[in-house]
């Protein structure tokens, strides 16, 4: 194979019609951000490397792109925005007490030769909301999404709200080691629940918390059905996660959005960093979420600088892929073609200038005389 004429696995190329969807999908989602009072900002792609440790992150270093710079620094690709604008927040905010609502787009770098198909280059566009710890920044952040995705054109779709505090009060009830509940969380947010469940008979869990372990990704449903769920909490950390729940629904229901989501307590994250609400965004043509978001009080001050946060990040490529495939772009403009040759080159620029200042796409092609 010539290496010149093709793309590493996991990179292409978008270009024409698809790329200028993709740019009017990006310029949208920041238009209804900055709406909402967000502000651009755009990190360095690249980073020192202990800004996505894996403890912080969640990400395995084997899974990141890593080279090195001249003074021998271990430098990344970033794989995730969300330890980045942490990062950044806490420069921001060194000697000033408010909130801040910060929004991005640019691309993210993920190298995992194992998921065959998958892009290893995604775009994500994202919000970020600071130093607000009420349910109303949940309900807010929740309430963006939805509106983001309505701006870029999608009309189908789901928003599921987990609660990552449901599952670690059941595993502090049972004094649970913390390495062995993210190994746990792990395989079961991978859906691998006979690894799971072995790593519960080894760690000499007893038969009743493996089963509610084993079944909280059973539970998706309504409000409604949310309250059934406080007899099987049964301690206070899961409890608090079923009442911020509650308030959550309620104050989406304020904004009139709450036909937009269901709650799903089997939603667990590799991410360490969430701390409490978690969601994803569904639709139909692709297979998996078009946006996953939560709320990670506790990642900013490992960078300096203790607050509460919370955001989302849409992965831009898998929402242009549901989008064509449901048929809902809108309408392209094609470019049109002037020829001309060494006689009408005058006329076919002023022609050409013209139709440009109405906003049209005009391209001139020179055409040799015989």
Known sequence: M?????????????????LKEKRRIEDAILKQMQRYGYREIKPP???????????????????????????GNTLVLRPDFTPQIARCICQLAQNEERSY????????????????????????????????????????????????????????????????AFFHGICVERNLPQEEEDAIRALIADNNYFAAEKKMLDAGIDDTCREILLKISDFVGSAE????????????????????????????????MQQYVSFDLGMLTKHHYYTGITFEA???????????????????????????????????????????????PAETKECEVIRFNDDSFEEALQKAQALRAEGRDVALDYEKQA
């Open 45 to 71: 792609t690249f980073e020192y490397f202990n800004v996505f440790r894996k403890e912080w992150s969640g990400i395995s270093a084997r899974d990141l792109f890593k080279f090195f710079d001249k003074e």
């Open 225 to 256: 059905e949310l309250e059934k769920l406080r007899s099987a909490a049964g301690n206070e950390i899961s409890l608090a996660a079923i009442d911020r729940l509650s308030s959550l629904y309620d104050a989406l229901a304020a904004y009139g």
């Open 2 to 18: 010539n290496r010149d004429m093709h793309t590493p696995d996991g990179v292409r190329d978008v270009y024409g019609n698809e």
């Open 101 to 164: 609502r910060l929004c991005y787009v640019g691309d993210t770098f993920t190298n995992i030769s194992e998921l065959q198909g998958k892009l290893k280059e995604t775009t994500q566009a994202g919000a970020e909301f600071f130093s607000d710890d009420s349910v109303y920044a949940d309900a807010e952040m929740i309430a963006l999404l939805i509106s983001v995705l309505q701006a870029a054109g999608l009309s189908e779709f789901q928003i599921s709200i987990g609660h990552a």
């Open 282 to 328: 569904y639709t139909y043509g692709v297979g998996d979420a078009i946006a996953k978001g939560g709320r990670y009080d506790n990642l900013p001050a490992r960078f300096g600088k203790a607050m509460p946060a919370i955001g989302f990040a849409v992965m831009v490529d898998e929402l242009l892929s549901a989008l064509l495939r449901q048929g809902e």
